[in-house]
T-cell receptor, first 117, second 114 residues
Framework: EADIYQTPRYLVIGTGKKITLECSQT?????MYWYQQDPGMELHLIHY???????EKGDLSSESTVSRIRTEHFPLTLESARPSHTSQYLC????????????????FGPGTRLTVL | KNQVEQSPQSLIILEGKNCTLQ??????????LRWYKQDTGRGPVSLTI?????NTKSNGRYTATLDADTKQSSLHITASQLSDSASYIC?????????????FGRGTQLTVWP
């Protein structure tokens, strides 16, 4: 069982509200990720971090922002939620490279199901 | 274009039966391939990891195969149980980037009926 947590698990919110999705892990992993997943669709990487004070945008354009002030914490913020942001958001972290081979396994949190009305 | 295609999109089988899920990919250069199991409303959990030199790997009732020449992988589930009902996601990692870029398939939704 992976020690990675997300809160809230479910969130229903009105358009225009600012929200922060929390993600924390207790495994000491340097790399952390945020994915967006719609029903029946593949995961899309929206943000990632190599470590403290390191954040990068992923492949899918997102209006969200992230921060990495502590190793264990990687929150995602939407300044003004819109119905198009309705989706499931998955946080993940991964363990280090092994002998230079990219076999690091990503451990996923349970996800946050966001609905914007 | 790097892609991961899975088939079938969905599958229904009776408890105790076997099934095989397919994954075809075009990701290059290839580093490794993983199968994840995602229960409804949960995050994916890794089942197997296969590198270029591995052809078969088992994890309990799950057996994954990899043919790096044809860029195909399969996940075979033996003696299915009700708890196997989930989405099974094929993920391919390339070795051409520092991050180890992950390419996700859309998953096969497996339903096991009693």
């Amino acid at each position: 069982e992976a020690d990675i947590y997300q809160t809230p698990r479910y969130l229903v919110i009105g358009t225009g509200k600012k929200i922060t999705l929390e993600c924390s892990q207790t495994m000491g992993h340097d790399k952390m990720y945020w994915y967006q997943q719609d029903p029946g669709m593949e995961l899309h990487l929206i943000h990632y971090s190599y470590g403290v004070n390191s954040t990068e945008k992923g492949d899918l354009s997102s209006e969200s922002t992230v921060s990495r002030i502590r190793t264990e914490h990687f929150p995602l913020t939407l300044e003004s939620a819109r119905p198009s942001h309705t989706s499931q958001y998955l946080c993940a972290s991964s363990d280090p490279l092994i002998s230079g081979l990219k076999t690091d396994t990503q451990y996923f949190g349970p996800g946050t199901r966001l609905t914007v009305l | 274009k790097n892609q991961v295609e899975q088939s079938p999109q969905s599958l229904i089988i009776l408890e105790g039966k076997n099934c095989t899920l397919q994954c075809n990919y075009t990701v290059s250069p290839f580093s490794n391939l993983r199968w994840y199991k995602q229960d409804t409303g949960r995050g994916p959990v890794s089942l197997t990891i296969m590198t270029f030199s591995e052809n078969t790997k088992s994890n309990g009732r799950y057996t994954a195969t990899l043919d790096a020449d044809t860029k195909q992988s399969s996940l075979h589930i033996t003696a299915s149980q009700l708890s196997d009902s989930a989405s099974y996601i094929c993920v391919v990692i390339d070795r051409g980037s520092t991050l180890g870029r992950l390419y996700f398939g859309r998953g096969t939704q497996l339903t096991v009926w009693p």
